[in-house]
């Protein structure tokens, strides 16, 4: 069973830049895929980023494409989002998850685990 803790959420203003971490407990982690999901108040959790076991393939949502980055690096059990440019638009909770399947890699049904979020706030 994969425990997520995420940080490195904060205050930005717009234009602005963060990086976000997940760190993963046990000895599977390279054979997971992982997303990133964001969710605002009163809206529904949407996915934004995604990367394969290997780290070779990378997936995003058109909203972040070009501004957002998703990497991994499996010796340390960690999934990185570098966010570049943020818009007040990008404000929300930002939760990592780990899933086995890659053919849905968009949808949150497909991740097993989940972390308890990290709070990102982009002011105007």
């Known amino acids: 069973q994969a425990q997520l803790v995420e940080s490195g959420g904060g205050l930005v203003q717009a234009g602005g830049s963060l990086r976000l971490s997940c760190a993963a407990s046990?000895?599977?982690?390279?054979?997971?895929?992982m997303g990133w999901f964001r969710q605002a108040p009163g809206k529904e959790r949407e996915f934004v980023a995604a990367?394969?076991?290997?780290?070779?393939?990378?997936y995003y949502s058109d909203s972040v494409k070009g501004r957002f980055t998703i990497s991994r690096d499996n010796a340390k059990n960690t999934v990185y989002l570098q966010m570049n440019n943020l818009k007040p638009e990008d404000t929300a909770v930002y939760y990592c998850?780990?899933?086995?399947?890659?053919?849905?890699?968009?949808?949150?049904?497909?991740?097993?685990?989940w972390g308890q979020g990290t709070q990102v706030t982009v002011s105007s």
């Open positions: 998850a780990a899933g086995r399947a890659w053919n849905s890699r968009g949808a949150a049904s497909t991740y097993e685990y």
């Open positions: 046990g000895r599977t982690f390279s054979s997971y895929a």
């Open positions: 990367i394969s076991r290997s780290g070779t393939g990378t």
